[in-house]
């Protein structure tokens, strides 16, 4: 065993050897005054021999408090590196550089931003293009870095650091903070604007509504008369197509699916007794009801094309995500728009949605939208408004899982703006759950009437003309 080791141990070390012997004649042609021993320029050599793990390797502790602190030949392999060249980039980039004994990170930025220029100037080859684009994305993210905690120079300074009225040179209160980081004006009085979402999304409706905003209404609440009645909704509109409260993300894609003719989703209802006469709902239209099962029918197509002529017209969609516990037909997986209290339990099953899957069904629903609006505009948000109950009770507190079910559904609303463009998140969560010191109505579940003010007060702010 003793002799096998031994022999491995040679080997390797002729390798070694013969890799840095190949690097040394590699440096020399491609620059002809490197001599191999030396100042930076010399020990890079060693250091670029070994493996790319070994040459990111810095061995002896290095300080560089700043950009003007000096460096070693293993911290210039680590830099070269960082800016995102591989290894045979970085061999060309030292055969252009002239490095002595002693190099600053600064001096290392400004001779290779010259070393490239000239190469470009000499010849516009993708490789010259490509290093120097690389150059120019690791001189933008340094710039970047060094203003990120910078209040200057934003919309809104104090959108860095936390409130601390004990602070003297912060002084700012939690409780009169706007979380407002920067403007997006796309919304005037003409802008035709439709929303749907939890009750949340009910509030920011009848705000709009009663402040002088083009809001979009295809179908109203109906009424007693009429072949459907939004129950609870004698005045104003809670939706712009009579769609009902809508909680959780694959009913929002569901939705767009249904009134653009996508998907047919089963024509299964349930009766609920109402205020002394037998009422009929469809668990994807939450809380709208119908007298009869002919009523049902009659209205089906007419609130589809209403829902579709809604989508069409607007220019801007707000939602609402609400919920991330979902109920659905076992069958076909249909979602239900929040609990199936009256359907057969043997017809249905329920889920825990991931983020990705939030993710993914506001991306279809979006693509789908922007196939026949493409000019529509969306803004995200998540409802403040805590679970009313949880099918978790065996393992979580209701406390519990409302708290994992806002948490998904923040990041899924996070990611989605981040993957679609034309989309925006508005911070209504954070407003009411953190920037407001009485954000509750007195069933402490609801918002109250001065948390919807101070949502309302922000999002004037950041979308309205």
Excluded at 247 to 256: G, K
Excluded at 284 to 303: G, K, M, P, T, W
Excluded at 441 to 458: E, T, Y
Aim: proline share 5%; charged share 20%.
């Amino acid at each position: 065993m003793a002799a096998m080791i031994t022999v491995i141990k040679k080997i390797r070390n002729f390798l070694f050897l013969r890799v840095r012997a190949v690097s040394y004649r590699v440096l020399r042609l491609l620059n002809p005054e490197y001599q191999g021993s030396g100042g930076a320029a010399g020990a890079v050599a060693v250091a670029a021999a070994g493996s790319a793990r070994q040459a990111m390797l810095i061995r002896r502790a290095v300080l560089l408090n700043s950009d003007n602190a000096e460096i070693n030949a293993e911290t210039l392999m680590f830099s070269l590196k960082g800016m995102g060249f591989d290894a045979q980039e970085t061999q060309f980039l030292l055969g252009l550089l002239k490095l002595g004994p002693e190099l600053t990170a600064w001096e290392l930025a400004d001779r290779l931003e010259s070393a490239l220029r000239c190469t470009l100037a000499q010849e516009e080859s993708p490789l010259h293009l490509g290093l120097y684009a690389k150059y120019l994305q690791h001189k933008r993210e340094v710039l970047e870095n060094k203003r990120a905690y910078l209040p200057a120079g934003r919309f809104n300074p104090d959108a860095v650091f936390w409130p601390d009225p004990t602070d003297a040179s912060n002084g700012r209160s939690l409780y009169t903070e706007l979380p407002v980081a920067k403007r997006t004006p796309i919304i005037d009085r003409s802008t035709k604007i439709v929303s749907a979402g939890s009750c949340f999304a009910t509030e920011i409706a009848h705000y709009l509504i009663g402040n002088g905003y083009n809001y979009l209404v295809t179908e109203g609440n109906g009424g007693r008369d009429e072949k459907y009645e939004v129950l609870g909704m004698e005045g104003l509109p809670n939706a712009s197509a009579a769609w009902g409260i809508i909680f959780n993300t694959p009913s929002f894609r569901q939705l767009v699916e249904k009134a653009f003719g996508q998907r047919e989703l089963p024509r299964i209802v349930w009766s609920q007794p109402h205020k002394g006469e037998n009422l009929f709902f469809d668990p994807f239209r939450e809380n709208v009801a119908f007298r009869s099962l002919a009523d049902y029918e009659e209205n089906h197509a007419q609130h589809i094309a209403a829902a579709r002529r809604a989508f069409e017209e607007m220019d801007v969609f707000i939602i609402t995500l609400g919920l991330n516990e979902v109920w659905s037909f076992a069958a076909d997986g249909a979602v239900f728009s929040r609990s199936p209290w009256r359907i057969a339990p043997s017809l249905i099953r329920r889920n825990i949605l991931t983020v990705e899957e939030n993710v993914n069904d506001l991306l279809l629903m979006a693509e789908i939208l922007r196939r026949f609006n493409p000019g529509v505009k969306i803004i995200c948000t998540v409802s403040p408004v805590p679970l009313h109950a949880t099918f978790r009770g065996d393992e979580h507190h209701i406390v519990a899982a409302n708290a994992h079910s806002k948490a998904v559904l923040r990041v899924a609303a996070e990611e989605f703006v981040r993957r679609c463009p034309e989309t925006y998140y508005f911070p209504s969560y954070e407003i009411v759950t953190v920037c407001t010191e009485n954000p509750w109505a007195p069933d402490q579940r609801h918002v109250s009437r001065d948390a919807v003010a101070k949502v309302m007060s922000a999002f004037a702010q950041m979308y309205v003309q």
